[in-house]
């Protein structure tokens, strides 16, 4: 008998706002124009109208989506899913992205992953996104979480480098060696695509995961997750003439910067998608960026606009500022809202399915 094919799994983590689900999308592209491979993509976040997923199938990748908290704690509906990938498509790789706020990726995910189905998955050496332009400020910023994952990582992702110069990245770099001292370090960006390449060879090669590191106590990070509430909507858009999708994104993220300060808004992600056009765009702290344009910034057909948003706030708080702010865009512009959902609420802690402390 033949030996069975086992599937290339690949685990990006990071914290929220490092660019993982745009590194992932780039990964794919490149992997299939250029080596002609293929590859699924499952995303995570804690509610419905996931930005991220929207994002991967308007790229036009096949994704699965696992919401309610990190997939660690729904770690049998997470491999249901890789397995349903593998069954139907039968991709070459596998990129799952854990939500921004994930802790002890490789004792709840990497080390079940390997020890419990090793005829099935090649878990490729956990990689970590950090965000280039604050990698210096990690442990200065007294945030746990971002600490956490980079000590956790087998190779550090570092991202945005063409907007960091010389010196700070040598501060970053020198920061990220600190937490995680055996970590290899990749610097790329997805805007000039430099190092994407590099990160595309850690993939398509046989290496795996090898690090063994006992996860740490849930409770030392639940404060820090709960204190950032979370809020989700997706909006059907029915434009009455052609509207300006970055400028409407604009008007939104401006609106939230309005009342929040930079410390306290981890991430919000915005995505207006039509048949023939589309914009994602993103806000970390202060500072806004297009992820990704497809066809025109104009749009003049019906579209869905999908906000998600982590910041520290009260989330009655949260939930009016982001719906007033689409009121707002709604009433500026040349368009009507025809139907609605949203979700808004503090995150309750989670119990990873396995563990090992």
């Known amino acids: 008998m033949s030996e069975k094919i086992r599937t290339r799994f690949i685990v990006i983590g990071g914290y929220l706002g490092a660019g993982k689900t745009t590194l992932t999308v780039n990964l794919a592209r490149l992997l299939k124009d250029k080596y002609g491979k293929s590859t699924a993509i499952i995303t995570n976040d804690q509610g419905h109208a996931l930005v991220d997923t929207e994002y991967v199938q308007d790229a036009g990748f096949d994704v699965k989506e696992i919401v309610g908290g990190c997939f660690c704690s729904t770690f049998p509906e997470f491999v249901k899913n890789a397995r349903s990938i593998v069954q139907i498509k039968r991709p070459d ?3 799952a992205e854990p939500i921004g706020t994930s802790t002890n990726i490789l004792s709840s995910v990497i080390e079940p992953l390997k020890m419990q189905y090793p005829e099935e998955f090649e878990v490729a050496p956990f990689m970590v996104v950090v965000d280039g332009i604050r990698a210096a400020d990690i442990e200065s910023t007294k945030k746990l979480i971002p600490a956490h994952q980079v000590k ?3 190779i550090v992702l570092m991202s945005k ?22 970590a290899s370090i990749i610097k790329y960006s997805s805007k000039t695509m430099k190092g994407i390449d590099e990160i595309a060879q850690v993939i398509m090669s046989s290496s795996v995961s090898t690090k063994n590191q006992k996860g740490e106590n849930t409770v030392k990070f639940s404060f820090e997750k709960s204190a950032m509430s979370w809020y989700s909507s997706i909006n059907q ?5 052609k509207i300006d999708m970055y400028d409407l994104s604009m008007s939104i993220m401006r609106s939230i ?8 808004i981890a991430h919000v992600k915005i995505v207006i998608a039509s048949p023939s056009a589309g914009v994602k765009m993103s ?5 806004v960026q297009t992820d990704s344009i497809h066809g025109s910034r104009y749009v003049s057909e019906d579209a869905k606009l999908i906000v998600n948003a982590r910041v520290t706030s009260d989330p009655d708080k949260l939930g009016n500022v982001i719906r007033s702010a689409v009121e707002s865009v709604k009433n500026t512009y040349p368009m009507e809202i025809t139907d609605s959902s949203e979700s808004c609420y503090s995150p309750k802690p ?5 563990i090992t402390l």
């Open 93 to 95: 790789y596998i990129i």
């Open 152 to 154: 956790e990582a087998e």
């Open 161 to 182: 480098m063409d907007l960091i110069n010389k010196e700070e990245e040598t501060a970053a770099e020198e920061e990220i060696k600190k937490l995680a001292p055996e």
């Open 237 to 241: 858009m029915k434009p009455l003439d």
């Open 257 to 264: 910067t309005n009342e929040y300060t930079p410390d306290e």
């Open 283 to 287: 806000l970390v702290c202060d500072s």
């Open 350 to 354: 989670e119990t990873p399915t396995f």
